[in-house]
Each structure stands twice: as C-alpha cells, then as structure tokens.
C-alpha cells in the first residue's frame, strides 16, 4: 500500500529543508521537478521553516561602489549565485542611477532626472520588483551618506519584504561656521522626512580638522554604516570620526575611534552586535569592536589580526589595499586591492577573488532568501489541478 500523500509531502519537506539558500537555482530546479514539490517550495510554512532552518540570509550579489572621479559610473547589480543580475532600476529608464546602501532586502538608490534636473530618491526590492519614491531631504548638503534598514518591531530580517522601512540621511551641511553635520529620517509608514537634527557645536580643532578635510578631499564620503537597534553609525573619511544617529531620541553624537594610526576605517556589527571596524595596515587586517566596562562606559578593544599574505604590501597606506565593507551575519569582508576585489572569511580565514581590479570605495552586499514562490511558479502551484 502506497503511503499517504501527506507523509511522502513532510519527507520531501525534509529534503529540501536541507538545500543551501546561497545557490536558489537549486530550489527553482526542484521545484519543476514535479508539482507536488513545487506545492511543498511554495507552501508559506516550508519557506518559514527554510529560513529560521539556514539562520541568516545568503549573500546573493554585490552592488560595487567606485570612485567617480569623472562622474559617477553605471551601477550594477553583480550576482554571486548562478541567477542572473538583477536590472538596476533608474539606468534603464534612461537616467544615471547610483546606489547608496543596501540592507534587509532592499536597495536605497539616488536617481538623477535629466529631463527635471533634479534628484530623486528610491527603494528597490531586486526580489520582488517593488519601487518605493522618496521625497529629498529639506535642507542643502554637500557631501551625505544614507542607510536604508526594516523598520518592523522585532523583526528578525529573515523576511523582510513589503514591509515597512525607514532611511537615514547625515549630511555634511553648506554653512561650515554652523551645525556642521545634520540629519534626518524616512519612514515609509508616515511618507515624511522627520525634522532635521544638527550635531550642535563641535569642538573647534574637530570642526578645523572636518573643514580641512571638506576642502582638500571633495569626493571623500562615508561607507555603509551599520545599523544596531535604533542606532546609525558612519564613519567619516580621512580622521575616522564616527557620527551616531539615534533614531529613538533623535540626536546625533561623535564616536572617537581608538588611538591607532589606520587610515581608513570600515565599520561594521560584530558577531556580538556590538559596534566595530576592520582597517588594513600593509598585510594584516585589525578587527576592533567596542566593550562596555562595569560604569557602563564603552571602550574600544582591538579583537583580532589576520595576515593577508596574498595582497602585496605598498609604502603609502592611502594607495590600499583596503577594507570597502562586511557582510552582516556571514562573517565576510570584502578587499579592495591592485589585483581586484576579494573576500576575506573570518572563519576560515581564506580569501577569493570576486571581481576584477576597479576605484572601488565601497561594496554593498545583497543578502536575501530568494525562494521559487512568485511569479509564474507560485501561480501553477496555486493552480487548481494540483
């Protein structure tokens, strides 16, 4: 006697619970094998499982950031994975677009209109195609960095899509004799900017020093900065201040990093969920994160070195390699040096090549669960006949 259909739907369940999510084209070829597979990969209780099952979400393609020392070059979406690249919206449309940051799923894009001469603002969901416009910031800048993160309470990012978001905007501001740094916050629930808050007065040798550093480096900007709780960090280039973004009290702060001669800092969320950064110093990479000691004061501790034998030592520190980002909760950092890009595992500690050699300063990495449930595939299994 055959078994039952539901038994024989929970072993193939069990089966394909145990494919990996970093190479979907695994998932969509099973899911035409037949069509009671493609019923158990579109069920929303299997796709539940497979993601709380492989924990974080897979690093599914990068979005490279370069130098735009002759305007800013085409974006592209480069996938890691067997999928193809998804379209980056904007550039199709006959307008220059360039991204800005990308996290839980969704990509934050600056759009330029030729035909209304001005820019603009998008999220971009590569999954599901959704486009969310946003609103520009009302105040003037000069130079600004933004981040783009879920804004669902408790929310574990495994599943991030369609809901709601919010994006943070630190600027550099046009008036350098006052409230240098300002900033304000999206949020898609509302449709608004809230009100602008400014960093206040600066110390004046760190106001002499940003100023130096607004004059002489015009197209130095921040790199992602990493969101913990209700907080944005970014760090600023050349000095390596750190600006804190409290979204909950509304208020900005300046981080000091340690007393350490690294040119350039790329932060990022520890393992812990504590704040640190990693900066290369000619073939070692230094991890550091911030410890809270027993009067509630943070202090930076230096966590690890990683010998980088493969990238080769240079005299002047500002000409690389160096770190252009990480990928939350994969434990991946990626290397811009002469020979290309690399990642770095913090595991292993083993380094790959991922791209050709490029003016990258910044690397965004898409990470999503990119599962066989839309499009045509969710309507045949949604079809009556199964």
Known sequence: MAPPAELIDDVTAEILLRLPPDEPEHLFRAALVCKPWLRVLCDPEFRRRYRAFHGAPPLLGLIPRRQAFDGY?????????????????????GHRARPLDCRHGRVLVQVWHERRRRLEYLVWDPITGDRHDLPTPDFDWVIYIAAVFCASDGCDHLDC??????????????????????????????????APVSLGDYAQHMRNALYEKLCYQPFAQGRRGPVIGDQ???????????????????????INPPPHNAYEIALMVMEDSSLGFAHIEYCSLYLWSTKVDSQGVAEWVQRRVIKVETLEPTVYPSQGPFVVGSAEGLGVIFISACAGLFTLDLKSEQMRKVDEPGDYFNVLPYMSFYTPDRGRLLSLARADDL
């Open 161 to 194: 899509h369609g809901g709601p978001f919010r994006v943070a905007f630190v600027a550099m501001a046009t008036d350098l004799r006052k409230d240098i740094v300002k900033a304000s916050a999206y949020s898609s629930e509302t449709g608004a900017w809230s």
């Open 232 to 254: 944005v960090y970014f760090a600023l280039r050349g000095g390596n201040e750190i600006i804190k973004y409290n979204l909950h009290g509304n208020c900005l702060s300046v």
């Open 73 to 93: 070059p085409a974006p592209r979406f480069a996938s890691t994975t067997s999928m193809p690249d998804f379209p980056f919206p904007g550039v199709f449309d």
